[in-house]
């Protein structure tokens, strides 16, 4: 599906050599040769019920086999995650288990992106399904057709298995209401598109112009590494032929404290980037603080109360014509699912945001 983003050029516009802020001069993107060698970084901590098939996948891609390398990046797992890594790197010589001792997220990124050997290097989670065998051809493709830094794709939700709260979220997730309007991570859209928004593959020379990855986020570091590709001046091109499907959480309390470190690492993303604040980043904060000033209102000032009641109602009759319209096309029985999704979604990033604040960005080492 070719179609142009809002606001953007279409997906093969000829943009030569660009002038980035950050080197001050013109940076022709280095041709690749004839077959690339592609270097999958995965940070992982506690992955053992999806790394084995994870791997698999990866190692089953129609490429060349000495042409690719899977550099897991553990961050101190205390289940079967390495032994179940190590026992596959004895028989597939391209799996290599590399120590993260910052155990965060960032940390394992950047552990692997020093490490890494490749002409490309992409990133992928521990826990994901790759729908596409030719996804490493696809990256070399994309790569070539558009002339880009870096390449962005779709990491739509799925449950791992049928039925329960991973079906119901994976569902609420994709629609208006369970994620931001200006993300890509549902679109079939083929083009040039930000960073920002679904950057996960990358050229070495990246690196070199805007550095590596904030150790000091556990949330939202791939926002923020994106974010500075996107102001260097760098291009990325995003392909539904990329697609990497990402395994939802399986119950509400998983969903909530996902939700949560989101929240909190987007008060810390914004504090590094203030000019990408927006009045929708302030709506789930706002939500939350509304909700927990009701008992306040309630004996302060019977108005203000009765302004508040009205708001959360309004608010509960938005989520609930929401998860009426998506019963309709994805079955009834998720109906009441859906109105609980949508709440701990919201609740989950202003509740992390406003931690943040109160915290000042800093997050427990190793938290997940």
Do not use: K
Not at 38 to 60: D, K
Not at 143 to 159: I, K, W, Y
Not at 171 to 191: M, P, V
Not at 198 to 219: Q, S
Request: proline letters at 7%; charged letters at 15%.
């Amino acid at each position: 599906m070719n179609a142009d983003p809002p606001g953007g050029q279409g997906p093969f516009v000829s943009t030569p050599a660009r002038t980035t802020p950050l080197t001050g001069h013109c940076a022709p993107v280095p041709s690749l040769p004839a077959v690339p060698f592609v270097s999958v970084v995965l940070p992982v901590r506690n992955e053992a019920r999806f790394i084995a098939q994870t791997l698999r996948q990866l190692l089953e891609q129609e490429y060349p086999a000495d042409r690719f390398e899977l550099l897991v990046c553990d961050g101190g797992s205390d289940d079967a995650t390495r032994e179940i890594v190590q026992g596959l790197s004895a028989a597939h010589p391209q799996v290599r288990l590399l120590d993260n001792p910052g155990q965060r997220s960032s940390a394992g990124r950047n552990v692997g992106f020093r490490a890494a050997l490749g002409d490309l290097v992409v990133v992928v989670d521990g826990h994901v399904r790759i729908p596409d065998r030719r996804l490493f051809a696809n990256l070399v493709d994309a790569f070539r057709r558009s002339g880009a830094d870096c390449l962005g794709r779709p990491q739509p939700l799925v449950a791992a298995e049928p039925g329960g709260w991973a079906e119901s979220i994976a569902l609420a997730r994709a629609s208006r209401l369970g994620h931001s309007g200006s993300s890509f991570i549902y679109s079939g859209y083929e083009g040039f598109a930000p960073a920002a928004s679904m950057g996960a593959a990358y050229r070495p020379h990246v690196f070199a112009i805007v550095g590596f990855v904030d150790e000091t986020l556990d949330a939202c570091e791939d926002l923020d590494f994106n974010t500075r590709i996107d102001e260097a001046g760098l291009r990325c091109f995003t392909s539904p032929r990329l697609t990497v499907e990402y395994f939802a959480r399986e119950t509400p309390r998983a969903l909530f404290q996902q939700m949560f470190r989101y929240g909190f690492g987007r008060y810390s993303y914004l504090r590094r980037h203030p000019a990408r604040w927006s009045a929708g980043q302030l709506l789930p904060p706002l939500l939350v603080a509304g909700l927990s000033a009701l008992p306040l209102l309630a004996l302060a000032s019977r108005p203000l109360f009765a302004l508040g009641a009205c708001l959360a109602l309004l608010y509960l009759a938005v989520l609930t014509t929401a998860s009426l319209l998506l019963a309709t096309r994805t079955g009834w029985r998720h109906l009441a699912r859906y109105v609980v999704v949508f709440f701990l979604v919201h609740a989950g990033v202003g509740c992390g945001f406003w931690a943040s604040v109160f915290r000042g960005g800093q997050l427990a080492r190793g938290a997940t």
